[in-house]
């Protein structure tokens, strides 16, 4: 299976040079999922230094190509070819039977990793009983301490082995701001340093192309600003290769960055430089979200915002007529605690019929669990919540629902074994319809892309007189955005009250563009 | 005294079985039913080659030790496939095969009859023949095995062990081998419970199956998870609690009809109020799945 180029001494000076550059190409890759073809027949090249954005809408494919690039899934077809090490690498499908019985020539993420490839996942998938440190050495290669002969008879030199590495981490670590939480528990750090320290786990692995799956999202507007110049600074200090795929919202920051746009559609995919994609109609894609706050409160409505302690901001959009609407939703003095740190405290809001109103907060305010404890999905310890003018603080979240709330948690909470018809059985009732989940009932859940499971959370949505929505948007492609942002609005001129949790981009780059 | 003595061999060996169920379950995440059958491959084989070619005692143990190490691959192959109950399950059949085999062999373990006549340790002529050489034998054993996999657990083979129990593909991910840690994770378990198995062998002198059963497995599950995991202390205050608690049982004034019942209900009691109100056991830091 591992073949070295012969026709490599037949190129020419100049064809060597620009050969040399390609860390990573792909021919003819083809992958299909129960007779649904994702990828058909794809062939690119990543040279050396390349930052590359990958895109596509919903199911197109992105993560099943990020996927077989870092070997946690085989293609049904095609020629993969990695030279980011001296030595290249090519792997063919379909295969042969008899070399699936070859022990060490498998397609497996741990010998992509050894060929240079890095990943950072979506979901970040750090080692939470370890410290931020461990996490970084931890993936140090080639250990002789990872040998337990070794590190039972040669206590000497893995002690050496471990402070060099150490000392590495740190330095990366240092380098991302994250030197003063060294010895932090990786589950008691924020979900930015969390991704910091992901993409400093993949570097210190020694990861030449980095494949990282929306590495901004869920990020508030300073997050943003830290990954993408630590990211910045990898690419040009260090000359690694990155693929980065980014939420709609986010795509305009990252085409900073950016000097290729592969774009996934139908199962082709299509390779332009930023200049070229910035040019296309893509580019305007993702929501304006306060452009769209003024439509909800239309032209003869007001849009008013106020801001809280700790960084939060309250948007409401107020259409004519609904200042002095009856008040769907009172909280007074909530408290609310998760183990022993106390979330809210004593927080307060007040709801009108036929109004949007949304929370900007930065990450790790506690905008979930405020939603959380309105829902009654966790308990709060004091304060009350008055629904329609009934007190509801005491009930439990079915009761809540009964009365009329809808809630969209953040978490992608579909059930992996349903498909998705039992999903919509399941449901009391659809109230808004993306068409795509009709024609495949037939799927299980755990097969869909990030996207399509949140539009399947979004479908299964009981119509009710308040939705509760935490980051509604997240993983939609702009129709799907566009489509849901109407649907919205469109409750809202049903006299509906509308309550949305958002990350905060005050300091992004994002809100100048008016964008999201 | 001596029956103090007793209790300290006791609890020498369990010491050794313990620690070496929680580089299992602990640190590896793998959750073993299969390791009463490893303690007693060890006891039968240091046994036999003590009986049958009248070896001494450590190259009685090195035998058990490589035969253990190389039938871990029963339980530690299906692990490269299998996780959560279904491993259980596989580890369950391995636990069923090994009594069985013990049982039913009758040529080569005498099968329920069992082996008579095991002689004690002895090094270098010295035969640890009081019940305090033995005492101190098995005492420094438990001391030389605890310190091994202290080491182990502290070293970065510990931590990749750790990594892989929090997130297997995200260790593969960074270009770690984690069949090949769990192969090692498992031979080295299976090992220490077969060092287990010959002491408690040379110093009950008569082994059968019934030490060996499905009961036995879960009376070590249970340490391990009352102490707790993810830790050093945790197997250490597990053993030493289910080793001391049937014994200050003996001191409570219960009928001897009744007495094995009671014991074992305030066993199944321990465990349930366990799992409630401390899931990570009394002294461990990882909160079992």
């Known amino acids: 299976m591992t073949t070295r180029f012969a026709e490599e001494e037949l190129m020419s000076d100049t064809e060597k040079a620009s050969q040399d550059d390609v860390v990573l190409s792909a021919r003819g890759l083809s992958k299909a999922f129960g007779g649904q073809i994702v990828l058909n027949d794809i062939s690119f090249t990543l040279k050396r230094g390349e930052v590359v954005l990958l895109r596509g809408e919903n199911g197109s494919g992105k993560t099943t190509l990020l996927n077989i690039l870092t070997g946690n899934l085989k293609p049904d077809a095609g020629e993969l070819h990695f030279s980011v090490n001296s030595a290249r690498e090519v792997f063919r499908w379909p295969r042969r039977w008899w070399q699936n019985l070859n022990p060490f020539d498998h397609f497996t993420p741990e010998r992509i990793a050894w060929e240079g490839v890095g990943r950072v996942w979506q979901d970040i998938r750090l080692f939470p009983t370890m410290t931020v440190l461990d996490n970084v050495v931890l993936s140090s290669p080639k250990q002789a301490g990872e040998n337990p002969v070794m590190a039972l008879l040669r206590l000497g030199r893995i002690n050496k082995e471990e402070l060099y590495n150490e000392e590495k981490a740190g330095r990366w670590l240092n380098s991302l701001g994250l030197g003063e939480r060294l010895h932090s528990s990786c589950d008691k750090i924020s979900l930015g340093q969390m991704k910091r320290v992901a993409i400093a786990r993949a570097v210190q692995a020694g990861a030449k192309i980095l494949f990282l799956d929306e590495p901004l999202s869920g990020l508030d507007g300073v997050g943003v600003a830290e990954v ?56 305007d894609e993702g929501l304006r979200l306060h452009s769209w706050l003024n439509e909800v409160a239309g032209p003869d409505g007001k849009v008013v915002s106020r801001d809280l302690r700790g960084g939060v901001r309250l948007t409401t959009a107020i259409p004519k007529g609904t200042e002095d609407a009856p008040v769907a939703l009172e909280v007074t003095d909530l408290v609310v605690r998760r183990g022993y740190r106390t979330v809210l405290d004593r927080f307060s809001i007040c709801l009108r019929k036929g109004q949007l109103t949304l929370l900007e907060s930065p990450n790790g305010w506690g905008k979930s669990t405020l939603l959380d404890a309105i829902a009654g999905v966790l308990p709060a310890q004091s304060g009350e919540i008055v629904f329609n003018g009934d007190q509801i603080h005491a009930l439990a979240a079915n009761r809540r629902i009964e009365k009329g709330m809808s809630y969209l948690r953040s978490r992608e909470a579909v059930f992996g074994s349903l498909s998705i018809a039992e999903h919509q059985k399941l449901s009391r009732g659809t109230s808004v319809t993306f068409g795509e989940n009709s024609h495949n009932g037939h799927i299980k859940a755990n097969l869909l892309s990030g996207g399509q499971r949140q539009k399947l959370l979004i479908e299964m949505l009981p119509k009710a007189g308040m939705y509760l929505l935490d980051e509604p948007f997240i993983g939609l492609d702009s129709h799907s955005v566009s489509q849901y942002a109407e649907y919205l609005q469109q409750q809202i001129g049903g006299n509906k009250t509308i309550f949305m949790a958002m990350p905060e981009t005050t300091n992004s780059p994002l809100r100048d563009m008016g964008g999201i | 005294m001596n029956y103090l003595l007793h209790l300290l061999i006791y609890l020498d060996i369990y010491l050794i079985v313990t620690m070496s169920l929680n580089l299992l379950m602990g640190y590896g995440g793998l959750l073993q039913v299969a390791h009463a059958a490893y303690y007693g491959i060890g006891a039968y084989v240091a046994a036999l080659a003590m009986l049958k070619f009248g070896w001494g005692f450590f190259p009685a143990v090195g035998l058990a030790v490589v035969v253990a190490g190389i039938l871990s691959l029963a339980v530690s192959l299906p692990a490269w496939r299998f996780r959560g109950d279904y491993f259980v399950m596989v580890s369950l059949a391995v636990q069923s095969v090994g009594y069985s085999l013990l049982y039913n062999w009758v040529d080569l373990t005498n099968g329920p009859f069992g082996l008579t006549g095991i002689p004690r340790p002895s090094i270098f002529g010295y035969e640890f023949d009081t019940i305090g050489a033995v005492t101190l034998f098995a005492s420094v054993t438990a001391g030389m095995c605890i310190l091994c996999t202290v080491l182990l657990l502290k070293s970065p083979w510990g931590r990749l062990l750790k990594a892989m129990r929090d997130d297997e593909l995200a260790a593969r991910s960074l270009g770690k081998n984690t069949r090949m840690a769990k192969l090692q994770a498992f031979m080295l378990a299976c090992a220490l419970v077969a060092v287990a198995g010959s002491l408690y062998a040379t110093y009950v002198s008569y082994i059968d199956p019934t030490s060996f059963t499905l009961d036995e497995s879960i009376l070590m599950l249970s ?67």
């Open chain 2, 223 to 289: 340490m391990v998870i009352v102490g707790g995991t993810g830790n050093i202390r945790g197997p250490l205050v597990g053993a030493l609690i289910l080793i001391t608690l049937p014994e200050l049982l003996r001191f409570v004034q219960i009928p001897d009809a009744v007495a094995a019942n009671v014991r074992l209900m305030i066993y199944g009691l321990l465990l349930v109020l366990m799992a409630h109100f401390r899931p990570q056991g009394v002294s461990g830091t990882y909160r079992l799945q």
């Open chain 1, 228 to 283: 993408m110049r630590y990211l910045d600074a990898l690419v040009r200090t260090d000359g690694l290769t990155i693929v980065l795929v980014e939420h709609v919202f986010n795509i305009p920051r990252v085409l900073d960055l950016a000097t290729t746009v592969w774009t996934l559609a139908d199962g082709g995919l299509t390779v332009e430089n930023t200049e070229a994609a910035q040019r296309s109609p893509r580019s």
